[in-house]
């Protein structure tokens, strides 16, 4: 869904440039698995979003309550944080990231096969909470296997690409999906997926592979590194940066869950628009949300370069951002009766909202000790990432106690648009990413 700076698993003290016995940076091998990579980001989103997509007639075909289908929706992220944090510990244990990304992506296929041949509500609870646990992981790894095939300072554009992958499955995908669904029927896009699925793990089974600068192994540690280790984990997580951020951005990611599982529901069944037209304006807030994430990504670097403080540039911009994001979210019941009011304040609260992400993200890394970067930035997109268990269920049993469906859906917005400013302005008093800094201490 949403673009945003992950946990460099590759990157270590050992990746080189172009210097003589260093890897050699191969750059049409690189970029045509990069293409690979990037196709593999796609059909992760597209099939997340294509549930929410073959939403209406789904519940109207199974006889399924709006709440029933937001459990539905909910129990992709059952395993999505613990399936994340397990295999990034695989790949740290040097497991080929070939074969990881191989596994996942057919066990993305697998878990779309049964809903078109057999598709009823248990079915559908198995699968998603299956396709979370194969999906949990999926970014970091397909991250790491981009860095194997550039040097460090070649890294920016790469990343840059498949952290659009939601974008492009929102903006390409999901009005493919939704023409699919409303001619062929709602079964075929999860036939479509599982097919794409299984052609993405043939090409990548011949041409997939982990390039040069993957990181060279590590000695293991004695017990007195590791016990430093622990002490600068410990300092970063017991912060008050790191408790306030993850207090504001909670229901940011729940939000997020929200938008993914019912954004084009809203926009049919409560705002009125026809199925084809909501599939495309499902896309939409891709198109903003990256154009701000990447503005503010520019005003942030431009601050501190000036001179400003973590604090400032990295604590206060998208602190902020959210609190006025989440403003925006609780005047949605006040649109009326105008869907295009409702959908532009849902918009550009949204997108304001998606600011804080990458910016949250640099923060812990910046509070964080470089050793211990990549593990507190695990634990913090997991620990962020269960709101997603709750959001899209609560959501659907609003709408279901509502006495009309756009009343449903506002309701939940403002209740998380409130929670996203009162989280905002807290975190905006208390972080300081500089102050709370950890540092690697000596062996």
Known sequence: MTASKLPDLALSTSDTTDTPG??????????????????????????????????????????????????????FYFLYSVSAVGVGFLATRHVPLKWLLFLMSLLWAATQLPVFLFASGGVLLGTRVGLGMAEGPATAVANSTAYSWFPPHR??????????????????????????????????????????????????????????????????????????????????????????????????????????????SYLEAGLGFSPITSGFLFGLPSIIGMVVMLGAGWVTDRLLAAGASARVAHGLVPTLALALGGVLLTLLPLAGGSRYVAYALLVAGYCLTLVAQPIVYAAI?????????????????????????????????????????????????????ALIAAGGLVAARFCDPGRDAAHDAPA
């Open 155 to 264: 890294r920016g554009l790469p990343t840059a690409l498949l952290t659009s992958g939601a974008s492009v499955a929102k903006l390409v995908a999901a009005p493919l999906l939704t023409v699919l669904i409303v001619r062929e029927g709602w079964r075929s896009a999860f036939l479509a997926l599982a097919i794409a699925g299984l052609v993405w793990c043939v090409v990548w089974f011949f041409g997939g592979r982990t390039g040069p600068f993957a990181p060279a192994p590590v000695a293991t540690p004695d017990a007195a590194s590791r016990a430093a280790r622990r002490r600068t984990f410990l300092t970063v997580v017991r912060s008050r940066t790191f408790l306030v951020l993850l207090l504001a951005t909670y229901p940011m990611y729940a939000l997020i869950s929200v938008v993914l599982s019912w954004l084009p």
């Open 365 to 417: 890394g910046t509070a964080a000790a470089p050793s211990q970067r990549t593990s507190v930035l695990s634990l913090f997109i997991a620990l962020q990432s269960t709101s997603g268990i709750i959001a899209p269920w609560a959501t659907g049993a609003l709408v279901d106690a509502a006495g009309d469906r756009v009343s449903g859906y506002n309701t939940a917005f403002l209740v998380l648009g």
């Open 22 to 75: 260093s890897p050699r940076y191969r750059p049409l091998r690189a970029w045509a698995v990069l293409l690979l990579l990037a196709v593999f980001m796609v059909l992760n989103f597209a099939d997340r979003i294509s549930l929410a997509l073959a939403a209406q007639p789904l519940i109207r075909a199974l006889h399924l309550s709006a709440s029933e289908f937001g459990l539905i929706s909910s129990s």
